[in-house]
């Protein structure tokens, strides 16, 4: 108790665990300030009302590839007018698209869920529908991601100190490296929660066809358990360890020094093994992915604020709004055409067809 009072703690916390929580004595215990952290922080609290639900949900942003972005900062001139304006108008029409992305993605998520993610006949049309759907909602959304990266980088590049530009590509790698691992999560929990939910019906054998089905999903899940864990393993970011602290990234996510195996056990426990492990990796990267975004948007907001105490001098303008429709790879301008008078041609008047003419015709 004198020499090691640490040791003793982490012995009668371990204790404490297993006796009152029923828990495994194998998990990864964590510094009380990432516990702290984790406790005072809520993963489903919506974020301000100014960004009219456009990063509610876990939506992944999406700026673009290196390339494209480079290309967009570079597509045209930005005075800081404009770039005052964009930034206040940048999300005056994006309440619609968001609430229609959040509704089509649950539709399409409860669709698959029903039909054990491989729908058939009507289903897998509608499923085609709510995907196409979902589509566009992103595609219009992603390129508000993409303004909003340039205006900020833009900003960011004009203020005196360029401490905060670095910062704000370090930020935007840093959300777009781990939103992956994010998303993957989400998605192996929702496939396996489906099967579990399905064999929790049958009190005796469930029928051999969704046991053979679940067995392999479970399998399949296992294997994408242990392939997110890797990936979350060579991932050094040094903005997540700004919240798990001294944890490695993949121990923060699966606490727990024995990782699931099948061994003897039947599909069903092996499933609410593998649901269990999921639930738990999915929640803290969705917690984690919720932090990244907030960092990122407070940045936005603090580069907007230099950037504006840097021009007092400009005038008031009117927010500029975005398109309704946004091209994020536009079509090159077609060349003109050269158009040339030809008298006409007489010739002798044609004989009526003997057939009707079909209904559709072929344009060549």
């Known amino acids: 108790m004198l020499d090691d009072p640490a040791r003793l703690r982490d012995k009668l916390t371990v204790l404490r665990y297993v006796e009152t929580f029923r828990t495994d004595d194998d998990f990864i215990p964590f510094p009380p300030e990432v516990v702290r952290r984790w406790l005072g922080t809520r993963s489903d609290e919506a974020f301000p009302s100014k960004y009219a639900g456009c990063y509610d949900g876990g939506r992944r942003i999406q700026p673009g590839s290196v390339a494209e972005r480079d290309l967009a900062l570079a597509a045209e001139p930005w005075d800081d007018a404009r770039l005052l304006s964009t930034a206040a108008g940048l999300y005056l029409h994006a309440g619609e698209r968001a609430s229609r992305w959040r509704a089509t993605r649950t539709a399409h998520d409860r669709l698959m869920r029903r039909t054990y993610y491989h729908p058939t006949g009507r289903e897998r049309a509608y499923a085609d529908d709510l995907a196409e759907d979902l589509r566009k909602c992103s595609r219009w959304l992603a390129a508000l991601d993409r303004w909003a990266y340039v205006v900020h980088v833009h900003m960011a ?190 010739v002798d008047e044609p004989e009526p067809p003997s057939e009707p003419p079909p209904d559709h015709w072929t344009i060549r």
Request: include cysteine; hydrophobic fraction near 45%.
């Open 157 to 346: 590049a004009r203020l005196p100190d360029l401490a905060l530009h670095d910062e704000l590509l370090n930020r935007y790698g840093s959300v777009l490296r781990f939103q992956t691992i994010a998303a993957d999560a989400r998605e192996y929990r929702n496939r396996a929660a489906v099967f579990v939910e399905q064999l929790d019906h049958y009190a005796g054998p469930p029928p051999y066809r969704l046991a053979r089905d679940a067995g392999r999903e479970f399998d399949a899940s296992r294997k994408d358990f242990y392939a997110l864990l890797e990936e979350a393993e060579l991932l050094n970011d040094v903005f997540i360890n700004e919240w798990t602290g001294a944890v490695r990234l993949h121990e923060f996510l699966y606490a727990h020094e024995v990782r699931p195996v099948r061994g003897d056990l039947m599909a069903h426990s092996f499933g609410r093994l593998m649901l269990e492990a999921w639930s738990e990796i999915a929640a803290k990267a969705h917690w984690l992915h919720r932090l990244g975004v907030s960092a990122l948007l407070n940045l936005h907001e603090r580069i907007l604020t230099e950037f504006s105490a840097r021009c007092p001098a400009l005038p008031a303008t009117a927010p500029e709004e975005l398109p309704e429709v946004i091209i994020l790879d536009p079509m090159p301008e077609p060349e003109p055409l050269e158009l040339e008078l030809v008298e006409p041609e007489i």
